[in-house]
């Protein structure tokens, strides 16, 4: 029985970092062609704070609205993510995640890739959804 509740923890800090990772993959990854569909995709994974920021003053549409004027193509890989901690009482962990991030013009040539720390709130939900929850950079940089 306890083997089964570790294994059972286990698997959850797991979706929690697989969650984190998601969420930052999908804020940072899209197309020319894909800009509605990956923006979409980002805003369906999030709730709380970061849904709220987005949601606000057409944030949504102005950020697509900006990838369409980049006219880029921008690729995400986490280099790594880690579980800092899980709050029991609101369901929310921390997650740090470690990315780099290649943004390419319309010709295709490449900007150098930039790396980026963040630290990402996740929320599970009453029916075990989990979604972005909030976004933070630690120390207040990149």
Request: charged share 25%; no cysteine; hydrophobic share 35%.
């Amino acid at each position: 029985m306890q083997n089964r509740d570790a294994d059972a923890r286990q698997a959850r800090n797991q979706r929690f970092v697989d969650a984190a990772t998601q969420t930052v993959v999908n804020m940072f990854s899209y197309t020319p062609d894909t800009i509605d569909e990956s923006v979409n995709r980002f805003v369906n994974g999030t709730s709380g704070p970061l849904r709220g920021m987005l949601n606000a003053n057409n944030n949504v549409d102005n950020l697509k609205g900006l990838f369409r004027a980049t006219n880029a193509t921008s690729e995400a890989v986490v280099n790594g993510a880690a579980l800092e901690g899980i709050d029991e009482i609101s369901d929310n962990a921390s997650v740090l995640v470690s990315v780099r991030v290649t943004v390419a013009d319309i010709d295709g040539v490449n900007k150098p890739s930039m790396p980026y720390r963040l630290r990402v709130i996740v929320h599970e939900d009453e029916n075990g959804r989990m979604t972005g929850y909030d976004l933070k950079y630690p120390d207040g940089g990149n």
